[in-house]
């Protein structure tokens, strides 16, 4: 009896916690309309591992990392503890004119393990911004200021990728492609040159995903020729376009790229803050083509998701680009925040369990065995492809599962996959029709088998009337 009691009491302080939330808070990417009826709020109390704990007592396994935040778990210890020990030293100070240990030995590790390719100099200087989004705006501002500086002020124009994501920030907006994010702001964005994506799995009937690749790099040749001493930067999402449905695509484009941007003298930004930090199986999502880029855009695992930080990695030569005697040659851009103590003392931390636990060569056997319970779901007869990079696998859903035949929107496929995950204690946001699992890299065999089974049943019951 008691224990029912407790449990009730419990349901209750959820339910409070709700109504209280949805009185004042206007939540990120929701329509407020379908809370609390189409879609269940849910109180978190506290996160363990995999594991979040709701305010009700239930449990959910965070396959999605929180936002594709989280590396080694909620509340890791090390991490807590080097945050707390950073907050009794100093927990901000301003960082033009003035610096600090966590600032700088971040910068130093960072540069040491960022990718590298032979022949080429190494990136040679952080900047700290404080999300993602932020992180592109400045990658961007840096890559367009660097050639005015140089006196190339015809470099105005940027090129994406269809079917990038960048985050939401108007700068980072504009060179996005996911039209539920950018759509309504259109008008409000300045004008990018898009190309093609190289996406594996719209490669054409016969097509290998190498051959798809180089045919979405032969029309960024076609495009950079249009366009001679006109653009600034070519940014992009190496190996994996994640907002984009977790499309993944071939080491080739990126050579491609890299050549091609070498030929007509334009930057490459490499937008790393979904891929970093071991996501596709190696540190960087670069070192798989051998590519290193000109401005390389960290974020979320940075800290291992503990806190929200952003650094841009630059070349020696961009950044001399800005060595002058007058102000406005200099990159003038700020954030209040910017290379905050707590959020660098995280990051350190981060990069410390990279090696006290051996992480890339432990998700090697995490992601084999994430590969052998995602193969029976290719099975499915709604799954039109199952892929993998390293920690990520996604499941594309499709009608009959023919790549011809995507659901319709309207269908909300992916919302009825979440619900019956939800149900099962699973953590899955779907995009769109695509399924994945994205989960912090500390999930054992009981979780990776309960989050396929949930996985299996979300499929099963998002597609019943399909
Ligand atoms: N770039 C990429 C590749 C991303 O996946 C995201 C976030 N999903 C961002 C940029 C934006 O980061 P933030 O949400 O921290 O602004």
């Not at 189409?38 to 996160?47: E, H, K, N, S």
């Not at 090696?355 to 995602?374: K, S």
Request: charged share 25%; net charge negative.
């Amino acid at each position: 009896m008691h224990e029912t009691d407790h449990e009730i009491r419990m349901l209750a302080e959820a339910d409070r916690w709700r109504s209280r939330d949805l009185a004042v808070l206007w939540h990120p990417c929701t329509q407020m309309r379908e809370h609390p009826h189409t879609l269940p709020l849910v109180p978190i109390a506290r996160g363990e591992g995999a594991w979040l704990i709701g305010q009700d007592g239930r449990r959910y396994l965070d396959a999605v990392s929180s936002w594709w935040t989280n590396l080694f778990g909620h509340a890791e210890p090390r991490i807590g503890a080097a945050i707390a020990a950073q907050a009794g030293r100093l927990e901000q100070v301003i960082l033009a004119g003035f610096s600090h240990p966590p600032a700088v030995e971040l910068a130093e590790r960072l540069l040491a393990i960022a990718p590298r390719q032979q022949g080429r100099a190494p990136l040679a200087k952080v900047f700290y911004a404080d999300n993602g989004s932020a992180g592109v705006e400045v990658a961007l501002k840096m890559a367009f200021h660097c050639f005015r500086n140089r006196g190339e002020t015809r470099r105005t124009r940027f090129v994406a990728l269809e079917n990038g994501y960048h985050g939401e920030t108007l700068g980072a907006l504009a060179v996005g492609d996911i039209p539920l994010y950018r759509r309504v702001y259109a008008p409000l964005l300045a004008e990018a040159l898009f190309a093609p994506s190289p996406d594996a799995y719209a490669a054409r009937d016969g097509e290998s995903e190498a051959q798809a690749a180089h045919r979405a790099a032969d029309t960024l040749a076609d495009l950079f020729e249009r366009h001679p001493g006109e653009i600034c930067a070519l940014i992009l999402e190496p190996r994996v376009q994640c907002a984009g449905g977790m499309r993944m695509h071939h080491p080739d484009y990126l050579r491609r790229a890299r050549e091609l941007c070498d030929a007509h003298g334009v930057f490459l930004i490499a937008d790393e803050i979904a891929t970093g930090f071991g996501r596709t199986g190696t540190m960087f999502a670069c070192e798989q083509a051998g590519v290193a880029p000109d401005l390389l855009c960290l974020s979320k695992g940075l800290t291992g998701g503990f806190l929200p930080l952003a650094a841009v990695l630059a070349t020696q030569d961009l950044y001399d680009a800005f060595l002058d005697d007058s102000r406005e040659r200099a990159f003038l851009h700020s954030h209040s925040y910017t290379g905050n103590p707590l959020a660098c003392a995280a990051a350190l931390a981060t990069l410390d369990i990279f090696v006290q636990d051996d992480v890339i060569a432990r998700n090697r056997a995490t992601a084999a065995r994430m590969a052998e319970l995602a193969a029976p779901l290719a099975q499915h007869r709604h799954v039109a492809q199952v892929r993998q990079a390293g920690m990520i696998v996604a499941f594309e859903l499709a009608r009959d599962g023919r790549r011809d035949a995507p659901f319709d929107a309207s269908e909300r496929i992916g919302l009825r996959a979440y619900r019956a995950a939800l149900d099962r204690g699973v953590l899955l946001r779907p995009l769109g029709e695509v399924l994945y699992w994205m989960p912090p890299y500390c999930i054992d065999e009981e979780q990776l088998q309960r989050l396929a089974a949930a996985t299996a049943t979300a499929i099963e019951e998002a597609t019943a009337c399909a």
